[in-house]
């Protein structure tokens, strides 16, 4: 079964093939979201990027990778994302419990520049079942045209198998000031250049109304972006006008009343939900599910 | 049907097979300057090389891909040039009623040196339906002789299945003085050299009367290089006595004025045609359409 | 035949395919502590990091190839791992008689920055009916990105035909202090990296209770880390909470006494094993089948 | 149709397949020279490497590729090369009527170091019926590995469907002085090289008579090296003692009178011919048939 | 016919198909050595290392690619090694006459750093009818890792066709003080490389006493190395405890009496012979075939 609201947003991927379709279509109709058009994913990369002391100790039980397909599948969540090793070491037990999406670039905390190393391939992705493949892009980065060249080949090979495709596109690198990062006119810029490499999935950073680029500033002139839901309209504009999915992630944990806030920006800004991770899984179990069903309200308009 | 001028522009594409013929025919038999042998080109890649904000804000409809493509249905135009994801989003919806470009390399605005990434591949233009391929080359650039054995890859793998090549030749680079970018003999040397890759369709920029290299200023004394069409037909010369199709780009927008006296230029000069993107989109839809049409009737000698 | 705790290790390893599944039984029901989830292994790739002599000329019969495979049997060792020369050399003598893991790539003296080459392949280890395949990592290395996609594309064709993958994460590199190499946060970092980027075997040093890294320090703070087998534990935890093979190395050659502790301290920290070379091959042949045949009753529990 | 001479010479190339020695016999037999063993190679790359203007701004028929392909087959001689482009534009018209060389790298004025980039493939000599690819290396260089990498891929690809292969050897690049370039060492060192990459004809300029490697000086010790004819002996000696073909390149436009002498020392000196491109097409046509003419009766010894 | 010495040798090569095994049995059985597992290897390269003036003009004949292929049959060696050009030039007219070696790799003089260009394939050994192609690596060199995976790969493919493989393992490098080179403990190392690597027969350099690694010193103390042979017998140890084929290089031209003795040094340490190429061609052919003829002999035990 299907809603329209699902449809109208898979009518917008003209040209994939049914099998892309199909895996976006699961995604979109997973969990309590599920047919809304709205979507909440679980993305558990920290123990790559920060190890796993500082992304699991603080609650024990994550350091288990059940622990994760687990949280997604109570929560009713819209699909869970992690590296090779987390995946493979849950894939068959959750088998067709909840829609995974394999991370297949990966950084650390020693690793020199911005740039990822591809850690999993499109094959994993079919042999594990997932229904999409995540990626990492670098706007600003000294290597983002390898970057950019490493997922067009693995778009291309993926939507060939019918999987579809998240860009995580994460403004950084030696010729972008770190005060740039979170620019509005940045943000929008990235999320662009995902739609225009083809991503289904879109994943950003929630923008400030900071304005880095000086070519760009009179564009933003005249116009108060204050208010964070106008910011995130103008990333979903940046889209082609809405014709693609983003998601916002959340950021490094924080106070729960400030995630609520986030969850609400974006919905009425026309985003199409949250990615949040550390903000679930470094919270106690109980907590972390309280958190996820008031988001899923707030989506739902009830909050 | 054809016309005498179409088949004898095809005649000089002597090596080339039916397929490429076939869609350099598509491109010259469509749109309003059907089978005159002149051509106007719609490119829509501002977003990628200058983001999204700085390219359509200043008309917001044309944050829409589909905005695009019925802009050069409706101005009755020879073809319409973007990037994967800006083609993606109308392939299906738009398909047959305008031959398409898909552009397969593409800079952004952190992009250090000067290259490009290469974004998408011959597979995506052939299941998109596109009658070429465009890639820009950087003479004057560190990297040029990476971008030169990648377009003699990409050209013969398109042409091997039938698709045309488009190569945008614009000297920049490290080895190249700015004052240089647009000179004559500068110009008309990256026009040659595009040629010489096996160019089905060249693009270049109007060049200046300024002479750069000290090694060519004797091939150029004694003429006199004032007028514009003289200029054009200059290039039109080093690219192969004009055996292959050249068309010029008209740079950042400008005053009507200035846009149609280039046109005439080319025309008068032997060039084939516009490829004419900012100074259509961004101005409003009724006011880029009156120019267009009064371009289509320069090209036809009627202005 | 099998064990229930051998069984319960390979259920674990709930998305790989029965061909690498048996290759882990085979080297679990191995030797001496076959059936019993522990092992101990035996790597003889010094002569290529330190070469012949500071290797072998303390105990000359340990140049000839045989002798190493002839001490891993008659010590009833789970697995001989070594590089390519080492094994060809004896694999059609003792073939079958004992696992083996061919060392696909290797440094050596004379070797700038922290990298390896990779000196053999996967259809060597297939001609050579090599058990598995192992891999160094220099986590802090400025190529480590490198390595982790060289590991990703070797583990997938290994798997593929049924070899599994035995991953060396060696912190090492210009972006880590020599002081933190042995850190405990570093070391289980290291593991942790090893286990998403889908190793079956994890190979890591004994960490001291140093804390390298200022992120890291809040995570490890109000813990007592006096204990080895605390920290071995940790690393274990950090190996998807015990969910991967862990085997530590001994390192240089060193007193009896302190093997014989470490193990105890492997053993009670919930590790799998040793992997022991430079102890072994440097002593005469019966004072390591002595320390060995000891190390076999310290894993059974009974020292 | 052939002759002894001919013969003789394709007896040298005894390893090579009847394919190759199919092209080389065709190059042999064409023209006016056919049979006599001598050859004269029309090359047109000069568009590439400084630019349309100055190649032929000073004989303006020759910006179109037609007037090089009747120039070659009007005034008799063995073979044409040219890059991709300019052989594509007449490849059909002029198809069987005289023997070309695809020169499959290019340099231009903007290039920094000494390397070329590789601009067409053995499969566009294939489809355009070519006899030869033409590759340019420079010994000197330090990307000359890359160089002789690059061409010992593509002489077997090429060699493996029946085309021969034209090395053109010329000593530069940063561990070179300007002064070596031409020295009789080098030059002699450079034919060399070609020779043991397998070029079935090797492409040389002219040396003079200084020695520029210290080690080689007490080679040429106690020998009059100040005769022309002695020092194309010598090269051609250090080209297996004249088992393969050597032709020697003219060098910038210069007198007539100039190129005439060089021709009758090539021939003294018991080299193959000459390889003759702006002393032909910077000419008049008249001048240069005239000249053409004369070169050929100086091969046949009759001038 | 073969003999119990051979079939020694050919026994340790336990992991090598019959190809292998037959290509180096043809070499073991060749000339007058022929089935007493000495060897004497006429190798020619100098010309791509040296140029042809510094290889050949003290020796005119020897410019001719027959020349060499005529002495090594006239003198009774056991394989003649060369780059690609050098054999393709005689391969034909003494097909089967003498095993030959295709030298795969090659350095020249200009060439910056340590590494050699790979200048021929393993498709040219077949093609040629080589027994084994020969592949240089330079420990302690910046490339070394480089070089190491081409002969990786080299290697393998070699094998999978019944090509043997010479590894020429030369310590060089930026990383090894020239005062290193020839050192006793970095000459065993690099042979013990080779081995590793999977060499069938190892090419190394005569060492001297010096030790050159402060690591290695200690290992090295309290033996006399004084004595060549001894230092042979080192390396041979080094080798596998004597399961690999090694030869010795006899460096540049010298007197007569040092290369008998080096000879009588290398037979009585137990190394498998000699690879001998200035020594050589670069006398006249009567004193070379006596000086080879005296070398056989040493060889045989009789001088």
Chains 1, 2, 3, 4, 5 share one sequence.
């Not at 892309?20 to 558990?44: E, F, S, W």
């Not at 495709?165 to 000031?177: A, D, M």
């Not at 900071?210 to 504009?237: F, N, P």
């Amino acid at each position: 079964m299907t809603t329209k609201a699902v449809q109208k947003i898979l009518a917008n991927y003209e040209s994939d093939n049914p099998g892309v379709k199909a895996n976006l279509h699961r995604i979109l109709m997973q969990g309590r979201l599920g047919g809304t058009g709205k979507l909440i994913i679980l993305p558990v990369d920290q123990g790559f990027e920060h190890g796993p002391a500082r992304s699991f100790s603080v609650n024990a039980p994550a350091y288990d990778p059940h622990y994760h397909y687990q949280m997604a599948i109570d929560a009713g969540l819209s699909a869970y994302a992690a590296p090779l090793g987390m995946l493979e070491a849950g894939a068959d037990k959750f088998a067709g419990q909840i829609p995974t999406i394999l991370k297949v670039n990966s950084s650390n905390s020693w690793a020199g520049g911005a740039n990822q190393a591809v850690t999993a391939s499109v094959d994993d992705a079919l042999r594990l079942g997932c229904s999409a493949i995540g990626f990492t892009i670098y706007p600003g980065s000294d290597d983002c045209f390898e970057m950019m060249e490493e997922i067009r080949e693995m778009r291309a090979e993926a939507a060939s198998v019918g999987i579809a495709t998240v860009i995580w596109s994460y403004p950084r690198g030696s010729n972008l000031p770190k005060s740039g990062e979170l620019a509005l006119d940045v943000g929008a810029y990235a999320a662009h250049m995902a739609a225009l490499l083809g991503a289904h999935i879109i994943k950003v950073k929630l923008p400030s109304n900071h304005i880095e680029q000086a070519d760009a500033k009179k564009c933003y002139e005249g116009t108060d972006w204050s208010a964070q839901a106008d910011r995130v309209a103008h990333v979903v504009q940046s889209c082609f006008a809405g014709r693609r999915i983003v998601v916002f992630s959340g950021g490094a944990a924080k106070g729960a009343d400030a995630v609520y806030q986030d969850a609400r920006d974006i919905r009425d800004g026309g985003g199409n939900g949250s990615i949040i991770g550390r903000n679930t899984f470094q919270r106690p179990r109980d907590e972390a599910l309280a958190m996820l069903d008031k988001l899923v309200k707030i989506y739902k308009g009830k909050e």
